[in-house]
């Protein structure tokens, strides 16, 4: 069973950082698409970055650019989402998402559909 799981998730002070993990299982993320996305309460979920197939490419949202970092270790099965310089802001539910259109291979797209999910993990920003 095709499976992606989120964790890393907690409660950091402004200025923090954490890193968010997201494990497949059941399937083999070479070459899928990875998306991270989040959704703060009442507001819609937006596309936060995500790595291309290959890994040759990643896009960032302007909020997060800079303090963001999309990787992926594919030995491991999984990609992380380095967090630095944390705001009040960032707080919300994360998603990790893949999908294995060839048309994200070579470069990704925050619009695009992507076709599994995770549960989630939340990141709460806080003092």
């Known amino acids: 069973q095709l499976q992606l799981a989120e964790s890393g998730g907690g409660l950091v002070q402004p200025g923090g950082s954490l890193r968010l993990s997201c494990a497949a299982s059941?399937?083999?993320?070479?070459?899928?698409?990875i998306g991270w996305f989040r959704q703060a309460p009442g507001k819609e979920r937006e596309g936060v970055s995500c790595?291309?197939?290959?890994?040759?490419?990643?896009n960032y949202a302007d909020s997060v650019k800079g303090r963001f970092t999309i990787s992926r270790d594919n030995a491991k099965n999984t990609v992380y989402l380095q967090m630095n310089s944390l705001r009040f802001e960032d707080t919300a539910v994360y998603y990790c998402?893949?999908?294995?259109?060839?048309?994200?291979?070579?470069?990704?797209?925050?619009?695009?559909?992507?076709?599994?999910w995770g549960q989630g993990t939340q990141v709460t920003v806080s003092s």
């Open positions: 998402a893949a999908d294995p259109s060839p048309l994200l291979f070579r470069s990704c797209v925050l619009g695009a559909d992507f076709s599994f």
């Open positions: 059941g399937f083999i993320l070479d070459w899928y698409a």
């Open positions: 790595i291309s197939g290959n890994g040759d490419s990643t």
